[in-house]
C-alpha cells in the first residue's frame, strides 16, 4: 500500500466548473497536509496547507481534511485553463519536515 | 528574494561516471531537503540538512550517494558511479524551520545511459 495516494487521472474539467482532488494517507500520526501545484517540467509550487480538520480556503481553493477518514482533498473553484497542471499531495508525518508525496493527479481544464 | 537554486538543470552521463548537483536554498533557510523522481512515480525524499548536519538521510538510495552541505549555505549531492536506475529528477527544496513549508527548486534531470 502506497503512503500517500491519489487518482493519477486525467481529471478533465470544463471551464467555469469546480476540480476535485483526493487523496488518501496511511500514517494516522500524520500531522500537517501539503498541495503543490507543478506545470510541466516546472518545480512543484505550493498553493495550500492545512493542519486541522475542517475546511481552509484561500482564494479559489479550499482544502479540506479529515483525519478520521485520513483523507484530503483540494477545490478549484472556477476553474480556468492555467490551473491545468498536476497537483501533488504531500504528507509530513514527523517533526523534522520530511515529506511524502503521492504520485500527483494531472488536471485539464477545457475552454 | 531568489528562489532555491539548482545547478545544472540538465545532465547527461554514461554508467559508472560520476555526477555533482547543486542546490543554493533561499538565503536564510536554514533547512535544505533532497528528493527524486524517477519516471513514473512519486517524488521520493532523500535527506534532510540542517544548517551543516544531516538530520536525516533515512532516503538515500545506497552509498553511492553522498550529500554535503558545507558551512550550512549550498548543498552538493554526488552519486559515484552513477548506475542506469539514478536517472529522474532531483528536486532540492528549503524552509526557514523544519515545520515550515518548503520552497522547491526547478530539479536538475539526470540521464544516465
Same mark, same amino acid.
Given at each position: 500500500?502506497?503512503?500517500?495516494?491519489?487518482?493519477?487521472?486525467?481529471?478533465?474539467? !470544463?471551464?467555469?466548473?469546480?476540480? +476535485?482532488?483526493?487523496? *488518501? #494517507?496511511? =500514517?494516522?500520526?500524520?500531522?500537517?497536509?501539503?498541495?503543490?501545484?507543478? &506545470?510541466?517540467?516546472?518545480? !512543484?509550487?505550493?498553493?495550500?496547507?492545512? #493542519?486541522?480538520?475542517?475546511?481552509?480556503?484561500?482564494?479559489? @481553493?479550499?482544502?479540506?481534511?479529515?483525519?478520521?477518514?485520513?483523507?484530503?482533498?483540494?477545490?478549484?473553484?472556477?476553474?480556468?485553463? +492555467?490551473?491545468?497542471?498536476?497537483?501533488?499531495?504531500?504528507?509530513?508525518?514527523?517533526?523534522?519536515?520530511?515529506?511524502? %508525496?503521492?504520485?500527483?493527479?494531472?488536471?485539464?481544464? *477545457?475552454? | 528574494? /531568489?528562489?532555491?537554486?539548482?545547478?545544472?538543470?540538465?545532465?547527461?552521463?554514461?554508467?559508472?561516471?560520476?555526477?555533482?548537483?547543486?542546490?543554493?536554498?533561499?538565503?536564510?533557510? =536554514?533547512?535544505?531537503?533532497? #528528493?527524486?523522481?524517477?519516471?513514473?512515480?512519486?517524488?521520493? %525524499?532523500?535527506?534532510?540538512?540542517?544548517?551543516?548536519?544531516?538530520? =536525516?538521510?533515512?532516503?538515500?538510495?545506497?552509498?553511492?550517494?553522498? /550529500?554535503?552541505?558545507?558551512?550550512? *549555505? &549550498? +548543498? *552538493?549531492?554526488? $552519486?559515484?558511479?552513477?548506475?542506469?536506475?539514478?536517472?529522474? $529528477?532531483? @528536486?532540492?527544496?528549503?524552509?526557514? +524551520?523544519?515545520?515550515?513549508?518548503?520552497?522547491?527548486?526547478?530539479?536538475?534531470?539526470?540521464?544516465?545511459?
Amino acid at each position: 500500500q502506497k503512503e500517500v495516494e491519489q487518482n493519477s487521472g486525467p481529471l478533465s474539467v !470544463p471551464e467555469g466548473a469546480i476540480a +476535485s482532488l483526493n487523496c *488518501t #494517507y496511511s =500514517d494516522r500520526g500524520s500531522q500537517s497536509f501539503f498541495w503543490y501545484r507543478q &506545470y510541466s517540467g516546472k518545480s !512543484p509550487e505550493l498553493i495550500m496547507f492545512i #493542519y486541522s480538520n475542517g475546511d481552509k480556503e484561500d482564494g479559489r @481553493f479550499t482544502a479540506q481534511l479529515n483525519k478520521a477518514s485520513q483523507y484530503v482533498s483540494l477545490l478549484i473553484r472556477d476553474s480556468q485553463p +492555467s490551473d491545468s497542471a498536476t497537483y501533488l499531495c504531500a504528507v509530513k508525518s514527523d517533526s523534522w519536515g520530511k515529506l511524502q %508525496f503521492g504520485a500527483g493527479t494531472q488536471v485539464v481544464v *477545457t475552454p | 528574494e /531568489a528562489g532555491v537554486t539548482q545547478f545544472p538543470s540538465h545532465s547527461v552521463i554514461e554508467k559508472g561516471q560520476t555526477v555533482t548537483l547543486r542546490c543554493d536554498p533561499i538565503s536564510g533557510h =536554514d533547512n535544505l531537503y533532497w #528528493y527524486r523522481r524517477v519516471m513514473g512515480k512519486e517524488i521520493k %525524499f532523500l535527506l534532510h540538512f540542517v544548517k551543516e548536519s544531516k538530520q =536525516d538521510e533515512s532516503g538515500m538510495p545506497n552509498n553511492r550517494f553522498l /550529500a554535503e552541505r558545507t558551512g550550512g *549555505t &549550498y +548543498s *552538493t549531492l554526488k $552519486v559515484q558511479p552513477a548506475e542506469l536506475e539514478d536517472s529522474g $529528477v532531483y @528536486f532540492c527544496a528549503s524552509s526557514q +524551520s523544519s515545520g515550515a513549508w518548503q520552497f522547491f527548486g526547478p530539479g536538475t534531470r539526470l540521464t544516465v545511459l
